[in-house]
């Protein structure tokens, strides 16, 4: 044992009269320590601090260098130096580091032990340089308080003396190294236990009989001490509390280890390991008879390493449980389902199901985010006990969970039965109800991530088509949904590459004739004569918020075409630019409005903006203030295809609007009788009771026209007059139809 210094204050470095002599007095033979350090005055801290103390019976003689290549002179000369306390930055920043190096590699000696020194602790070595160059120990300067120094240099200086009898007998070395290195291999905790009793009976050549037991902290919190591994024939008590060992010799043997937190070595031999994650785990052999000396110390080298790999296992449960478990509800959560998933996908038998909570982020909203927390792991337990441990169950989104398990038992009777009952959360009594999407596995090989994308495909329909039910996925739906995902990406990359264009189809007063005005249009062309309908892009770039740029960019290039018109003597020619309902509520619409009017220097009177019915959908108030704030800039407003939304004659009343746009398909119906005129006739009527100007679309004939004239429709656009054309084809219509007034347009 070393002989403990008498220190009454841990945090001062008490400073002694300098002895004439550093070599020590006794005839022992003492402990080399090289201290390498560019600081005169850390060199006489460190030998003021130790210089009457001995470690193992044995006194201290300092060895001194002040650079890196003093160091490396001084070892090469004196291989007997046990312990280096080396100072990181000196000549360089990385001058430590580069000593360690050479001692190690180039040197060769592999016994001498390194603890590194730093005032400067932003320049501390990676772990992976303080693993691969054997370092014993990393401290700052300001840590190494005299009883710490002492402690660091005896831990230093046991470590180095079994190293040193370990390559005087080579006894056990082999298999130290290579139980670590198999060791460390092993990431599930009970597999690393098991074979680590395994190797140190290998080590101690005895039978393979012994257990490991862990005492509470970390990942065994609120539990007693319990055993983990075990051999022999004490397998049978794994996973049993420490208690239960009918044996109370190895029971007393092992709660003593723990409690005292140290090897044990008399009647029976307990090994300590030191373990961050726990209080401590302890291992049990089943050895007849005392270690010899040699043994002890294999023991403790053994045991320091392992210590480590322990460590190193249950950070990587901890990392495994974060990266692959809900921290909330405890449930695996969307990396581990999608693991579950890949695993169970062959099984015919089995079911996939996504459950989404409805109206979940109304409770947040309303209540707080705890409540709703708290409401997630109150469903996450009703499934649990719904469902039971034959279904899979995970938290893959917000309030979206995963059920994985056999189809007669993941089925949308047990789903909707989950809610069946109300929640009790806080004393609250909360009633909720789920949409949810299922898919039958078909025994092929899971497609990881695409049987989520299958099911949410299918979750997202039922949102649709109404809340609280289940439905099943088809491959129609899913081939439907890629097909549009693909359309998607094709329509981004268009836009960015600047391939939509506009046409413009002719707006016509019905009386005379003359052209008053015309509508942009976007259109794409995916490729040469193959056009992609905008009843099919449109409401993708509407879900996908690609319809805000894309809406600026289309009212953008109208302008700018209309103040081209201007220009040729096209004055009074309005332009009517559509606006999608998602890109009317931004924010920031009006000045959008506002700058690109400014822009392009065309009269706000000339530009008018459709919108859909949807508009009415919204908060009313707020949507007239809007639309106020546009119509003072003098841009009219229209409500375009009137009659097929959402609009009733309340709404239309308090709309600030100027213009209703009667829908092709009650235009497709006149035909010069007045049985089908009924919806196009009480349209324009509202219009006049609401003193607001008429226009219709899709006029494809005379009678239409004349139909329309008769009513009181006093503008329209059609086949009849023209087809929706590029702006220079639309130039030389115009000409066209003014030199030649008489005629018919």
């Known amino acids: 044992m070393s002989d403990a210094p008498s220190l009454d204050d841990d945090d001062i470095v008490q400073f002694i009269d300098e002895p004439s002599e550093w070599a020590p007095s006794t005839s022992a033979d003492p402990w080399h320590i090289l201290i390498v350090d560019d600081e005169r005055d850390v060199h006489e801290a460190t030998r003021l601090a130790l210089c009457d103390l001995t470690i193992e019976g044995r006194p201290l003689v300092f060895l001194q260098a002040y650079s890196a290549q003093e160091a490396r002179a001084i070892l090469a000369r004196e291989p007997s130096v046990a312990v280096v306390l080396l100072d990181v930055v000196m000549e360089s920043e990385d001058a430590g580091l580069l000593l360690v190096r050479w001692i190690r590699r180039e040197l060769g000696n592999q016994s001498v032990r390194i603890i590194l020194r730093t005032g400067q602790p932003g320049y501390a070595p990676e772990l992976e340089t303080i693993r691969s160059f054997d370092i014993n120990d990393y401290r700052t300067k300001s840590e190494l308080t005299r009883v710490r120094l002492f402690t660091s240099l005896t831990v230093a200086i046991r470590s180095y003396w079994q190293l040193r009898q370990i390559e005087m007998s080579r006894r056990g070395l082999e298999l130290i190294v290579e139980a670590s290195t198999g060791l460390i291999r092993l990431r599930a905790l009970q597999q690393f236990a098991e074979g680590v009793v395994t190797q140190v009976c290998a080590l101690l050549n ?66 300590y390991f030191n373990v961050s994650e726990t209080q401590g785990m302890a291992a049990y ?197 890629r097909e549009r995902m693909q359309l998607l990406s094709s329509l981004r990359a268009a836009f960015s590459a600047e391939q939509l264009s506009l046409v413009f189809q002719p707006q016509i007063e019905l009386a005379s004739g003359p052209v008053i005005g015309a509508e942009a249009l976007l259109r794409w062309e995916i490729e040469p004569g193959r056009w992609v309908p905008p009843d099919q892009f449109i409401p993708l770039a509407e879900q996908s918020g690609l319809i805000v740029p894309l809406g600026e960019w289309v009212l953008r290039t109208a302008c700018r075409q209309l103040h081209r018109l201007t220009e040729r003597g096209h004055t009074g020619f309005r332009m009517a630019v559509n606006v999608s309902h998602a890109q009317f509520r931004e924010p920031g619409f009006v000045s959008m409005l506002e700058c690109v009017l400014a822009d392009s220097r065309v009269a706000a009177s000339q530009i008018e903006l459709e919108l859909t019915e949807s508009v009415a959908m919204d908060h009313i108030d707020d949507i007239n203030t809007k639309l106020a704030d546009i119509r003072r800039r003098g841009v009219t407003i229209a409500i375009d295809d009137f009659g097929t939304g959402y609009s009733s004659l309340s709404v239309l009343r308090q709309l600030n609007i100027d213009r209703l746009k009667i829908d092709r398909s009650f235009v497709k119906e006149l035909d010069g009788t007045h049985t089908k005129a009924g919806i196009a006739q009480l349209i324009i009527a509202l219009g006049h009771q609401c003193n607001l100007a008429l226009i219709a679309e899709g006029v494809e004939n005379a009678v239409q026209r004349r139909s329309l004239l008769a009513m009181g429709c006093l503008e329209a656009q059609g086949f009849l007059f023209a087809r929706p054309m590029p702006i220079e084809q639309l130039e030389d219509w115009m000409a066209a139809a003014v030199s030649n007034q008489d005629q018919p347009v």
């Open 206 to 271: 005895i039978a393979q009989e012994g257990l490991i037991c862990a005492s509470s902290s970390g990942p065994f919190a609120d539990e007693a001490p319990r055993v983990i591994a075990a051999a022999g024939h004490y397998r049978e008590m794994i996973h049993r509390p420490l208690a239960e060992l009918p044996e109370a010799s190895v029971r007393e043997a092992l709660r003593q280890c723990l409690l005292e937190k140290r090897h044990r070595f008399d009647r029976t031999v307990c090994l």
């Open 285 to 481: 052999l089943a050895m007849t008879g005392e270690p010899s000396q040699m043994d002890r110390h294999l023991l403790e080298v053994f045991c320091a390493n392992i210590s480590v790999g322990f460590e190193n296992v249950l950070l990587h449960n901890r990392l495994f449980r974060l990266a692959y478990y809900d921290q909330l509800s405890g449930l695996p959560n969307r990396n581990r389902f999608i693991q579950l998933v890949e695993e169970k996908g062959r099984d015919p038998d089995m079911a996939l199901a996504l459950l989404d909570l409805d109206d979940f982020a109304d409770i947040a909203t309303t209540l707080d985010h705890h409540f709703g927390d708290e409401v997630l792991r109150a469903v996450a337990e009703r499934l649990e006990q719904t469902f039971g441990s034959q279904v899979m169950l995970a938290r893959v989104a917000g309030d979206t969970f995963g059920l994985l398990g056999p189809r007669d038992a993941v089925t949308p009777e047990r789903i909707q039965q989950v809610f069946s009952e109300p929640l009790t959360v806080r004393d609250e009594t909360i009633r909720l109800s789920a949409t949810s999407s299922l898919i039958t596995l078909n025994g092929q090989p899971a497609k990881d991530r695409d049987l989520l994308k299958d099911a949410g495909i299918a979750l997202k329909q039922g949102k649709r088509l109404g809340r609280g039910k289940a439905n099943y996925f088809s491959e129609a739906l899913g081939r439907a949904a």
